[in-house]
């Protein structure tokens, strides 16, 4: 597969000096691959691509298995990447809501977004999202790792039903959609440094999958979810009154089945 790296080297650069792209045939995970070498002293902005992920990770744990992009396994591919860069928002809430938009924007307007870092099409699960911080001397080095199924993935036994790109974007593949979503994703990401979550907010309520739905949370708490606040916080109508959700511990999920 041709990756761009060249044109995303040209596009991103200027936005952020020092920056590199690099493309792994595999790799055990992109972002412990990232947070490894930041944690050595290397924290220059990179986007790292691995055409293989073998011990990939989702929020709370979660494995999420990457699939091949050679030929014989190109029909199920998948887009796994991470982008490291230093970062000092004065506030990180929202980040991963921030993240998920400017995904769901650059790809294709049936996708929505499930609080806080998954998205989906048509009630079944198309990637997932997940950012981790290190210090680094006297700065943060953020690393936003990002999956994607691109063809619907051959296992049978997922937690969540999959979705997959080629089911909105028939002649998609990972090197098209990389190539769409990092120069947004930069940009937003810059952007939420120095603005915050608040302006992207309405943006992120016409894509909210759980708005007006009963969900129910990983602690036991049940309620309506109505929208996210301008931290990024999920509001919850529950029979005690509204509560804001913000755990990153916390995962939420539907009370009826989504579609």
């Given at each position: 597969m041709h990756w761009p790296a060249e044109a995303l080297w040209q596009a991103l650069e200027p936005l952020l000096p020092g920056f590199s792209v690099e493309i792994l045939p595999e790799v055990?995970?992109?972002?412990?691959?990232?947070?490894?070498?930041?944690?050595?002293?290397?924290?220059?902005?990179?986007?790292?691509?691995?055409?293989?992920?073998?011990?990939?990770?989702?929020?709370?744990?979660r494995s999420w298995s990457s699939h091949g992009v050679g030929q014989t396994q190109e029909p199920h591919a998948s887009l796994t990447f991470s982008?490291?860069?230093?970062?000092?928002?004065?506030?990180?809430?929202?980040?991963?809501l921030a993240v998920?938009?400017?995904?769901?924007?650059?790809?294709?307007p049936e996708v929505q977004l499930k609080w806080p870092n998954d998205l989906w099409v048509a009630g079944r699960k198309l990637g997932g999202i997940l950012i981790e911080t290190v210090a680094v001397a006297d700065l943060r080095y953020a690393?936003?790792?990002?999956?994607?199924?691109?063809?619907?993935?051959a296992e049978q036994?997922?937690?969540t039903p999959p979705a997959a790109l080629r089911e909105l974007l028939p002649a998609m593949n990972a090197a098209q959609a990389l190539e769409r979503i990092a120069p947004p994703l930069v940009q937003t990401v810059l952007r939420f440094a120095n603005e915050g979550f608040g302006p992207l907010r309405n943006a992120y309520l016409a894509r909210d999958l759980l708005l007006g739905r009963?969900?129910?949370c990983t602690d036991g708490t049940?309620?309506?979810?109505?929208?996210?606040?301008?931290?990024?916080?999920?509001?919850?109508?529950t029979a005690q009154g509204m509560k804001k959700i913000n755990s990153a511990e916390v995962s939420v999920r539907p009370l009826a089945p989504l579609s």
């Open positions: 055990a995970s992109t972002n412990t691959e990232l947070m490894r070498r930041a944690r050595l002293g290397r924290a220059d902005p990179l986007l790292l691509v691995a055409e293989r992920q073998t011990a990939g990770r989702g929020r709370l744990g982008l490291g860069l230093p970062l000092a928002p004065s506030d990180w809430s929202g980040l991963s998920g938009l400017a995904v769901a924007h650059s790809l294709h690393v936003i790792g990002i999956g994607l199924n691109i063809g619907l993935p036994d997922l937690r009963d969900v129910v049940e309620g309506v979810a109505q929208g996210v606040d301008s931290d990024g916080a999920l509001m919850l109508q």
